[in-house]
T-cell receptor
Framework: DAKTTQPPSMDCAEGRAANLPCNHS???????VYWYRQIHSQGPQYIIH???NNETNEMASLIITEDRKSSTLILPHATLRDTAVYYC????????????FGSGTKLNVKP | KAGVTQTPRYLIKTRGQQVTLSCSPI?????VSWYQQTPGQGLQFLFE???????NKGNFPGRFSGRQFSNSRSEMNVSTLELGDSALYLC???????????FGPGTRLLVL
């Protein structure tokens, strides 16, 4: 199963862009990259996902490298409410059981 | 549109008891999955239901069971509770299996 590697923690100043990296060097062609975040033991919140193209929605942008071995989640203007643990997940399209969350990155947004 | 709701939000039980947790998916979503989250093991998949049928099951003992009703609401049951069952139990729904899942707030279970 493709696993992900993320830095354990990152700091970001309020109002600045937060760039969260994720390495998934063993990703295969039928696996999506998903990002969720979890705020203090609440349920994970879906942010964005992609296969190979860059994606943008109202919350964030997802940049996937051309070789698909890494990706970056961008929160364009971080606020204090974005402080959370961010999980990068590689999810096979056809194997539901392999939804592996990993340990994530704790993003600390500071005033 | 209302999100996934889970009841109860907090629960304290003693070893040997059983517990039933409830999940109401987002309106129109017919697939419901259950996960267990602990600090040591992270998020682990329990099972998935679609159209009242269990489609997938994770590696948990038979004490963990679930079901889905015709209105897509789901329940999970844990019998003969053990201390190690203390966890945050999360329900997630999607329109169909393999589509993007949206999680509920979870039920925090403490087994004493």
């Amino acid at each position: 199963d493709a696993k992900t590697t993320q830095p354990p923690s990152m700091d970001c100043a309020e109002g600045r862009a937060a760039n969260l990296p994720c390495n998934h060097s063993t990703i295969s062609g039928n696996e999506y990259v998903y990002w969720y975040r979890q705020i203090h033991s609440q349920g994970p919140q879906y942010i964005i996902h992609g296969l190979k193209n860059n994606e943008t929605n109202e919350m964030a942008s997802l940049i996937i490298t051309e070789d698909r071995k890494s990706s970056t989640l961008i929160l364009p203007h971080a606020t204090l409410r974005d402080t959370a643990v961010y999980y990068c997940i590689v999810r096979p399209l056809y194997n539901f059981n392999k939804f592996y969350f990993g340990s994530g990155t704790k993003l600390n947004v500071k005033p | 549109k209302a999100g996934v709701t889970q009841t109860p939000r907090y629960l304290i039980k003693t070893r040997g008891q059983q517990v039933t947790l409830s999940c109401s998916p987002i309106s129109g979503h017919r697939s419901v999955s259950w996960y267990q989250q602990t600090p040591g093991q992270g998020l682990q998949f329990l099972f998935e239901y679609f159209s009242e049928t269990q489609r997938n099951k994770g590696n948990f003992p038979g004490r963990f069971s679930g079901r889905q009703f015709s209105n897509s609401r789901s329940e999970m049951n844990v019998s003969t509770l053990e201390l190690g069952d203390s966890a945050l139990y999360l329900c997630a729904s999607s329109f169909r299996p393999l589509e993007t899942q949206y999680f509920g707030p979870g039920t925090r279970l403490l087994v004493l």
